[in-house]
């Protein structure tokens, strides 16, 4: 039976010989049965999620896997889908942004493989994978030390399928001080959603009642917090919500002022305009040029 836990990485380092073995195990692996389709990622993430596998299963004392799926039977009966995303930094509970404000970090699946009814899956494994800058494709080097596997914690999917945020293929994402549209169909859940594990050997434990428990927990954030201002001061902009609930929602999550999707030199610029028409006072303009000044250019 799990025993809840917040979510704080697990580090496993495969940067040793038996690392490099995992690492040459899942290139060999792909090579030879990579999937193709437009969702099922490129030969590199498909290598990268093989690997979290093929560590995963070895941490549990369980027999490599024979198909691409990343699919783990548990002794329990229930099924546990490890899912593997890359970076060159470690995993990052929070980072940075636009404003010098912390984002939470989320985990992204594709939609497709969430809503097929044949990917019968009952729980998702959660892992980021610390490549190398450079010889990041699989197996790399031995003399490599950036290899390292953070396993963030484990969510059912029918929490995912209850309170995931489905955006289509073009939807625009936020990651650090850039922006991105999704090249595919994604559903974002946010790390802090995610049951963490104190051990490996959680894994190994989870049960049918583990993910009952799960499946009928509350609906959580899955947005950045900042986000989720953003979007309320939106629809208080629209009129379909009131100031009372933005001010509600600020004091919730202890945020008071958020940066903005677009530089201040253009809220500056509209604000000049609009004083310009007749349409605002230079008093209103002076609030905006206070909150929003203009930036000078410095040739860096």
Not at 23 to 37: D, E, I, K, P, Y
Request: charged residues 25%.
């Amino acid at each position: 039976m799990y025993v809840q836990s917040p979510p704080k990485p697990l580090v496993i380092d495969l940067n040793d010989p038996k690392g490099f073995e995992y690492r040459q195990q899942a290139a060999s692996f792909v090579s030879n049965t990579r999937v193709r389709g437009i969702e099922s990622g490129n030969a590199l993430e498909q290598s990268y999620g093989k690997l979290a596998e093929i560590v995963i299963r070895n941490f549990l004392g369980l027999p490599e896997a024979t198909e691409l799926s990343h699919d783990i039977p548990l002794p329990s009966g229930i099924t546990l889908d490890v899912k593997c995303r890359s970076g060159v930094f470690p995993f990052q509970e929070n980072y940075i942004g636009t404003g010098g404000i912390a984002r939470e970090a989320k985990h992204n699946l594709f939609t497709r493989q969430v809503m097929d009814p044949r990917l019968d899956t009952d729980v998702y494994l959660m892992t980021h994978l610390q490549k190398p800058i450079k010889n990041n494709a699989l197996p790399g080097t031995i003399r490599q030390k950036s290899w390292n596997l953070f396993v963030c914690g484990w969510v059912s999917k029918q929490r995912v399928l209850n309170e995931g945020v489905y955006l289509p293929r073009g939807s625009l994402t936020e990651q650090g001080n850039t922006w991105f549209v999704y090249r595919a169909n994604n559903t974002e859940i946010y790390n802090t959603t995610l049951n963490g594990l104190r051990n490996l050997e959680e894994i190994s434990n989870l049960d049918r009642n583990d993910v009952d428990v799960d499946s009928q927990k509350g609906r959580s954030l899955n947005l950045t917090s900042i986000d989720a201002i953003r979007i309320a001061l939106d629809m208080n902009a629209r009129g379909i919500l009131s100031s009372e609930a933005v001010t509600k929602l600020k004091m919730k999550l202890n945020l008071e002022n958020v940066p903005t999707f677009f530089h201040s030199n253009q809220y500056n610029h509209l604000g000049k305009w609009l004083k310009n028409q007749g349409i605002i006072s230079s008093d209103e303009f002076e609030k905006i040029d206070q909150q929003m000044p203009e930036v000078p250019y410095e040739d860096n």
